[in-house]
């Protein structure tokens, strides 16, 4: 790209443009509630069999949300995203307002093909402070990469530390789909590093430098 100036709004178009050429949709998610309701849509139209024509009441919705994050861990989240040897599928199931058993498939970690893949930016979370995410890949309407830009000479740590405050600022329930986040990604344009989510204290050291294939 050179060493020209590129604001991070420019560098965050460039990115967008780029994931819509490789098949992912652009959708716009202004608000937390925003994305809860977007990925209740999704969820409901991927498991339309199931709810034989009847979409998730609010309770259930809640339900499935206390499934997919209640108090879980991150490894358990991203453990039941991925499935097992047995039913390799990211999978929850609920009960009904009926009573009946419910099962929702949230993830398909088989083929790529079987996932809808979308990209938003400029996401604001209110908290502490009120948070803006530069960019969110969302699979299935699940935000599972967060994705921050700064522009050319700046440093990392700098996005670094602004990850880490978000992530501080993640409310501890079963309705905060950002605990669903398995990848963080920095780039300034030059040069991009990412590193994976956990439990523990983020490390620095541990970003890692992305590279051709």
């Keep these: 790209m050179g060493n020209e100036y ?121 908290g502490v402070h009120e948070n803006r995410y530069d960019v969110l890949i969302l699979v299935n309407g699940l935000p599972l990469a967060q994705v921050e830009l700064k522009r050319r000479g700046v440093e990392f740590k700098q996005a670094f530390n602004q990850i880490i405050r978000y992530k501080s600022e993640m409310i501890s329930s079963g309705r905060d789909l950002r605990r669903l986040i398995q990848l963080f990604v920095i780039s300034n344009g030059n040069e991009t590093r990412y590193f994976a989510n956990g439990d523990g204290k983020l490390n620095s050291n541990f970003m890692f430098y992305w590279t051709d294939e």
């Design 6 to 126: 590129q604001s991070e709004m420019e560098l965050e178009n460039q990115l967008i443009r780029r994931l819509k050429t490789i098949g992912y949709t652009q959708v716009q998610i202004p608000d937390e509630e925003a994305l809860l309701a977007h990925f209740r849509n999704l969820l409901n139209q991927r498991n339309a069999d199931n709810l034989a024509g009847t979409p998730l009441s609010d309770h259930e919705f809640n339900a499935a949300l206390n499934q997919l994050i209640g108090s879980r861990t991150h490894y358990q989240i991203a453990q039941q995203l991925r499935g097992g040897d047995t039913q390799p599928k990211g999978k929850i199931n609920i009960q009904r307002d009926d009573n009946s058993q419910l099962y929702l498939e949230v993830f398909d970690g088989t083929a790529a093909a079987n996932n809808v893949f979308e990209v938003t930016h400029q996401t604001t979370f209110a």
